[in-house]
């Protein structure tokens, strides 16, 4: 195999070279076990091989690294040099040179327990300014912890009053970066698509012009075994968006929004809708999953379900999905929309359950104009975009800045 041209090397590599675990396995129940560690690993195997494979294989090899913040300790101030004043106890080694430092694409960060210095904003501001510059190419973010501890790693608030109601160890936010993006920092955004410095927070999701925004809230399945379970706030990563998107250019450059939670209250799922769908100046996409994997059996585990009816959980779903049905169209046939793709994950994951999500998605996506475009797959046409005065071919047009503050304040508030 060593005698192979380099060509062919590189042309193996690629079929070996997968995403990490946390990105394959986000549309499952937030999960160390299943998001940090990976089973197979066919690129560190392969270069094993020989100093040839190496070779091929090394731009590869840290494309997707992890931090555990379990293990770490608070960022310390260790020079004068206010671009490298910090460093994180356990990370100050790695990586230790440019060139592995521009391979990596894809950061893993996680924790499990509430470290004392995670709930200290100033500390995990220090903590981003620590580790964002020793990553240049970085094109995605995937945080996964306790919903207090994701809180102020994202520097958003989320009400806990009611967390003891729901089965929610672990959430998950997933901030992707488009590939080759013109502008690698809100801050080199051209005069017309700037915003003032003092509008701009020190979280992690400034630093970045993110694209994609990917919520994982976690299972609801616990609090339908309490009284009155529809009157519970569960702890929420996009209730706490609602407040930063006021006062953030993230709102900008966002284009497509994922949305995944087991079993969601409607009135979590209602409450999503109206914070995101509203944002059609500049949303394009938006992908929902509210139904656990199959394969996870979740609902076959009598502790998880616990005194849970689950025709309750069944129906709760569908009156979830029939809100989304109603309220998506409607959205995007408004003026200036950019809305015009939808995804429903959960389609045809339960044969029970395809017959509902037939009525309350495909019959009124279909009045509006939508097009069938796959399984669970809508798609609004080009000669909508015309009609609303949007732009059908991802550009901006028409957009400026008071556009921005109207519809941020239509779409957030009131919720």
């Not at 040839?52 to 608070?74: C, E, H, Q, T, Y």
């Not at 012009?209 to 706030?233: Q, R």
């Not at 995101?276 to 059996?297: E, G, I």
């Amino acid at each position: 195999m060593d005698s192979l041209p380099a060509e062919l090397k590189l042309q193996i590599v690629s079929y070996l070279d997968g995403d990490a675990p946390s990105v394959q396995n986000f549309t499952g129940e937030p999960s160390v076990e299943n998001w940090a560690h990976c089973k197979h690993q066919p690129l560190k195997s392969l270069s094993l091989v020989s100093r040839k494979w190496r070779i091929a294989v090394f731009p590869s090899l840290f494309r997707n690294i992890r931090l555990n913040l379990d293990s770490m300790g608070p960022p310390l101030l260790i020079s004068d040099d206010p671009l490298y004043s910090l460093r994180l106890e356990g990370f100050s080694a790695f990586p230790p040179t440019p060139v592995l430092q521009n391979r990596i694409t894809s950061l893993f960060v996680y924790a499990t327990a509430t470290n004392e210095w995670v709930t200290q904003i100033d500390s995990l501001v220090d903590f981003w300014g620590a580790i964002l510059p020793l990553m240049p190419h970085l094109q995605r973010i995937v945080i996964l912890a306790n919903p207090e501890a994701i809180g102020n790693l994202i520097d958003i608030h989320i009400v806990l009053h009611d967390s003891w109601a729901f089965d929610m160890p672990l959430q998950a936010i997933m901030l992707e970066q488009a590939p080759g993006s013109e502008y690698d920092t809100f801050m080199d955004l051209p005069d017309d698509r700037r915003f003032p410095r003092t509008m701009c927070r020190n979280g992690v999701l400034d630093p970045r012009k993110w694209t994609n925004i990917s919520i994982n809230e976690g299972s609801s399945l616990k609090a339908y075994s309490t009284y009155e379970y529809f009157h519970k706030t569960p702890p929420s990563i996009s209730r706490g968006l609602k407040e930063y998107f006021r006062v953030t250019p993230l709102f900008q450059t966002l284009t497509h929004i994922t949305f995944v939670a087991i079993f969601p209250l409607p009135d979590a799922v209602e409450r999503f809708v109206a914070r995101f769908a509203k944002l059609r100046l500049v949303v394009q996409s938006l992908t929902v999953q509210l139904a656990p994997l199959y394969a996870s059996r979740l609902l076959e585990d009598p502790e998880r379900v616990g005194t849970a009816q689950l025709s309750d959980c069944w129906s709760e779903l569908g009156e979830s999905y029939r809100s989304l049905g109603e309220e998506i169209p409607q959205q995007a046939a408004r003026k200036g929309s950019r809305l015009r793709l939808f995804r429903c994950l959960d389609w045809g994951l339960y044969e029970g359950f395809q017959e509902e999500l037939s009525l309350s998605l495909g019959g009124p996506l279909a009045i509006y104009g939508w097009e069938t475009a796959g399984d669970g797959i809508w798609r609004r046409p080009v000669e909508a975009d015309s009609e609303t005065g949007s732009a059908s071919d991802g550009t901006d047009a028409g957009f400026d800045i008071s556009d921005w503050e109207d519809e941020a304040m239509d779409a957030f508030g009131d919720h």
